[in-house]
């Protein structure tokens, strides 16, 4: 289904955060996972930071496998005293914080605005917006100590208007325009603020849903995807470590003249 390419093969130690602390709130099995994986493989200590300790402790055993270090602290991001804790930990832990990852997810609706419960708009702005900027806020500190950055993880639905992602964009929008107005305000302190959106991730989630929508229209998995590809340059979907690798570059030191801007990764289906 995809272009003779292996976009997902191990990028090794690159070195790019060697030295470094990096912060990932908000890991899931997917993204969250890849981010946390490729952050230790370009040299950097891993903080895990999500609410579902299970799951920090399967991706901490995959990066000590690989020879990586990291920390786990199972955190509610929406909760003020769970994310000081979770800076404690950290600097507790390994002395200093050089990058922190948003990562959270809320769910969309999948429904039109008209149609879309308040309550499942208030806690998606909580968790995506409020959220990231609580955890900015709580790290700032730190962050201006070493000159570090932050990476915001968005979405290609700031680039397109369907109704049903329409509580999804408006949260995703709220947070773009949140991360620029940061970018700007810790400028002064050295703090760099990019923001990530990527488009389809070719990963387990999205494996499942192609095939319920291939069983609704009776074709196959496969037909989906190249249905989908078909709409990008590169006549293929972006996996999950593709667009984590984009984070560990604008968390590094090599992106140390970029601030305020937003890299996206979907294999050429959008254009800005």
Known sequence: ????????????????????????????????RSIALQAAAAGA????AARTASRLEDIAKEIQAAGGTSLQVPTDITDDAAVQALVERSVAEFGHVDVLVNNAFSL?????????DFDHIRSSLDLTVLGG???TKAFTDELEKSSGAIVMINSMVVRHSEPRYGSYKLSKAALLAMSQTLATELGEKGIRI?????GYIWD???????GEVAKKYGITPEQ?????????????????????RAAVFLASDWASAITG????????????
Not at 14 to 22: E, I, Q, T
Not at 45 to 48: C, Y
């Open 194 to 198: 990019n923001t990530v959106a990527p």
């Open 224 to 244: 989906v995807y190249e249905q989908t590809a078909s709409k990008s340059d590169l006549k293929r979907l972006p996996e999950p470590d593709e667009i984590a």
């Open 1 to 32: 289904m995809t272009a003779a390419v292996n976009p997902a093969a191990p990028a090794g130690n690159s070195g790019l955060l060697a030295d470094k602390v990096v912060v990932v709130g908000g890991v899931g099995p997917g993204l969250g």
């Open 133 to 135: 900027l609580r955890m």
């Open 108 to 116: 969309p609706s999948m429904k039109p605005l008209a149609r879309t």
């Open 261 to 272: 801007q937003t890299l996206d990764v979907n294999c050429g289906e959008y254009h800005v």
């Open 45 to 48: 200590k891993v903080v895990l």
């Open 204 to 210: 387990d989630q999205l494996k499942w849903y192609f």
